[in-house]
């Protein structure tokens, strides 16, 4: 299974991009999707992740700002991320979480914004 993360790229404060993550390569059958980021210096940090009830959670920092779907029909993931700032640029992550809690990772993609 790989994970193929995209979307990523530059946008002005205040823009929109959205983040696409597509399952290739096997059978899956994935219990949750999550995004996460890591900006320079800083830990890794969870940004939202999707149940496969439809349950999402977010990270304080981007509630109201951005939205997290699944397509578990189409093995993929998305995240809407609406009213960007600067303290959002990062590369971001996709996971994917599989019946047997095994996850998956994407490769990364740069999200940034300029104020």
């Known amino acids: 299974v790989q994970l193929q993360a995209s979307g990523g790229g530059a946008v002005q404060a205040g823009g929109s991009l959205t983040l696409s993550c597509a399952a290739t390569?096997?059978?899956?059958?994935?219990?949750?999707w999550g995004w996460y980021r890591q900006a320079p210096g800083k830990q890794r940090e969870l940004v939202a992740d999707?149940?496969?009830?439809?349950?999402?959670t977010y990270a304080d920092s981007v509630k109201g700002r951005f939205t997290i779907n699944s397509n578990n029909a189409k093995n993929t993931c998305y995240l809407q991320m609406n009213s960007l700032k600067s303290e959002d640029t990062a590369v971001y992550y996709c996971?994917?979480?599989?019946?047997?809690?095994?996850?998956?990772w994407g490769q990364g993609t740069l999200v940034t914004v300029s104020s």
């Open positions: 390569d096997g059978t899956f059958s994935f219990i949750s």
């Open positions: 999707i149940a496969e009830d439809g349950m999402a």
């Open positions: 996971v994917a979480m599989d019946e047997d809690y095994h996850n998956y």
